[in-house]
């Protein structure tokens, strides 16, 4: 059973470009959640998506979207990107409903927007 | 608004010393309290959750709903414990969305 893994490890873009993070989940998983970590901060809820719909969104922008694909792997897409944007991007995988199940996070994406 | 509040950015302690780590939240509802766990270098990780009720390498945390608090707490500190520390919260019916504090370092010197 493999972990929940993303790609790329880091990534450096300049402002105004877009950006695309990716994420598999834990093998079984059907629920995926995104979460942007500030440096000195907790993470912070983007979105969720169960089954391949978005089930729940934080306060972030449209510019974030995301995607679940039927193998249930996940996309999250940001536009416009600005300078704030700069942070740790974690997913999470978790079985079954998603009020229910312990979340396994992956590893991280690090972007830097210059 | 739902908000999870951990006062201490750094707590240092000796190795064989008590720990308690402070977790406020404020929910109107009933909420599902987590701590998770950064060890050095690797990933965020479920430590332990109020409903299951057990204790964890030693660490255990009540929820007190009068006091709104969910504190981590060991009574012997090892040095292996020494991470970043995360107290959320869940709400029913939200999707499953966890609301984080910003964190405490734990720090346990020999």
């Known amino acids: 059973e493999t972990g929940v893994t993303q790609s790329p490890t880091h990534l450096i873009k300049t402002r105004g470009q877009q950006v695309t993070l990716r994420c598999s989940s834990q093998?079984?998983?059907?629920?995926v959640s995104w979460y942007q970590q500030a440096l000195g901060q907790g993470p912070q809820f983007i979105f969720q998506?169960?089954?391949?719909?978005?089930?729940g969104r934080g306060n972030f922008p449209p510019r974030f979207s995301g995607l679940q694909f039927p193998n249930y792997s996940s996309e999250l897409n940001v536009n416009a990107l600005e300078l704030d944007d700069s942070a740790l991007y974690l997913c999470?995988?978790?079985?079954?409903?998603?009020?229910?199940?312990?979340?396994?996070f992956g590893p991280g994406t690090r972007l830097t927007v210059l | 608004a739902q908000r999870v509040t951990q006062p201490e950015k750094l707590l240092s302690v000796f190795k064989g010393a008590p720990v308690e780590l402070k977790c406020n939240y404020s929910?109107?509802?009933?909420?599902?309290l987590f701590w998770y766990v950064q060890y050095s270098r690797q990933r965020l990780q479920l430590l332990l959750r109020?409903?299951s009720r057990e204790s964890i390498k030693g660490f255990t945390a009540d929820l007190n709903k009068g006091e709104t608090s969910f504190h981590l707490k060991k009574p012997f500190a090892q040095e292996e414990d020494s991470a970043m520390y995360y107290c959320?919260?869940?709400?029913?019916?939200?999707?499953?969305?966890?609301?984080f504090g910003q964190g405490t370092e734990l720090s346990v010197k020999p």
């Open positions: 093998s079984g998983h059907n629920t």
């Open positions: 109020h409903i």
């Open positions: 999470a995988s978790s079985l079954t409903g998603p009020n229910t199940d312990t979340q396994y």
């Open positions: 959320a919260l869940r709400r029913y019916n939200q999707g499953g969305k966890l609301i």
């Open positions: 929910y109107s509802g009933s909420p599902e």
């Open positions: 998506y169960y089954r391949e719909e978005e089930n």
